[in-house]
């Protein structure tokens, strides 16, 4: 999957976005993270037997961008189309690149420009095992409609009830 000597050079990051019944989205999010100015970003859509026109859609998106790929599978629900997608990462993406991280997308999100800047490389390149970023509540055009709880930057103890201290 890795296609080019300036994305071989940057850690890989896979975004996996489970997809069930949302035509009306997905494309709007698959374009918000292949909009990044990180380059070096793939997106695997799982398609959880939508009945809505949502695979025929994450087809389509496919023969756009070949950074995205697409897996169709029986409604088995949402945890098990992001296991799918981890699957797949771990089959399809072994040693295409120095270091890969895997993130997460519903497909009736997205994400503003810059979530993933060129900086985001250094970031990765610290070896993290886990790496939060902030959200907050936006409307359908990305503005931003509450305040995000705030978290200060850099390593954090505490595991996962740090996580969700942070994350309400």
Not at 48 to 68: F, P
Not at 98 to 121: E, H, K, N, R
Request: aromatic share 10%; with cysteine.
């Amino acid at each position: 999957m890795n296609k080019g000597n300036n994305r071989s050079r940057q850690t890989e990051i896979i975004v996996i976005i489970p997809v069930y019944n949302c035509e009306r989205y997905v494309k709007e999010a698959t374009k918000s993270v292949l909009a990044q100015p990180y380059r070096n970003i793939f997106i695997v859509l799982v398609d959880d037997g939508s009945t809505d026109g949502s695979g025929r859609l994450c087809d389509e998106l496919v023969m756009e961008s070949d950074q995205v790929v697409a897996l169709h599978q029986r409604n088995t629900g949402v945890s098990a189309a992001r296991n799918a997608g981890i699957e797949y990462v771990f089959e399809h993406f072994k040693g295409s690149c120095q270091a890969q991280y895997i993130a997460f997308l519903d497909a009736d999100d997205g994400w503003v420009s810059g979530f993933f800047s060129d900086g985001t490389d250094e970031l990765l390149k610290k070896g993290y095992d886990l790496i939060g970023f902030q959200s907050g509540y936006c409307d359908a055009k990305l503005r931003l409609r509450g305040t995000p709880c705030e978290m200060p930057p850099g390593p954090h103890k505490g595991g996962q009830d740090n996580v969700w201290l942070h994350g309400k």
